[in-house]
């Protein structure tokens, strides 16, 4: 007869992406997870059955997590260029900043690596540049070429805060978003 879970793997899952966000994808190990969550290990192997398998549940968990916010998002912007933006801006909290830009780096090099994770970054990528594509253009060849050129700026302009750090990283994305769309 099977137990019965005393954690759902969406709880659990939210726990361990905590946890892999402060260990990085490396230092997640079952024994590490099992202290965190309060399962045993052997409860954790049986779940997951190893390592690679437990860390691309809690990545592809917080892409879905990522997706939904970004439907929100979506949702509730402005549909013009300043919308777009602000949609930006509500995907990166100034609070995730500093984190985003340095060990953040570490999970999604996981996503690159591997090929499910990987995927569905490249599908939440599709449909952030759909979203801003729309903001930015009713045609839709030009919106798609648009979309995507934002969110490289957006992505860009982080990793260029992230190194110079003159003024705060909610500031100075919004500023260089905004200075790309004034050359529109």
């Known amino acids: 007869m099977p137990r019965h879970k005393t954690i759902s793997d969406e709880r659990l ?3 361990l992406v905590e946890l892999i966000v402060e260990t990085g994808p490396d230092g997640l190990t079952f024994a590490r997870s099992a202290k965190a969550c309060g399962l045993s290990p052997a409860a954790l192997v049986q779940r997951y059955g190893d390592r ?3 860390v691309e549940a809690i990545l592809m968990q917080a892409w879905e997590k990522l997706q939904a916010e970004t439907a929100a998002a979506d ?3 402005a549909p013009t260029p300043e919308g777009a933006v602000n949609l930006l801006m509500r995907l990166m909290p100034p609070e995730t900043a500093e984190h985003d ?3 953040g780096l570490l999970l ?4 690159i690596r591997n090929p499910k ?3 569905r970054g490249a599908a939440w990528l599709s449909n952030l540049a759909n979203a801003l594509g729309r903001r930015l253009s009713d045609n839709p060849k030009e919106a798609n070429r648009l979309g995507w050129e934002m969110v490289a700026l957006w992505q860009g ?3 260029v805060w992230a190194f110079t ?3 705060t990283a909610a500031i100075a994305i919004r500023r260089m978003l905004n200075a790309w769309l004034a050359r529109l």
Do not use: S, V, W
């Open 117 to 119: 994770l990987r995927a």
């Open 165 to 167: 750090r003159q003024e």
């Open 101 to 103: 830009a340095t060990d």
């Open 108 to 111: 999604l090099r996981e996503d």
């Open 75 to 77: 949702a509730e912007a």
């Open 52 to 54: 690679e398998t437990l």
């Open 157 to 159: 302009a982080h990793t």
């Open 13 to 15: 899952l939210d726990i």
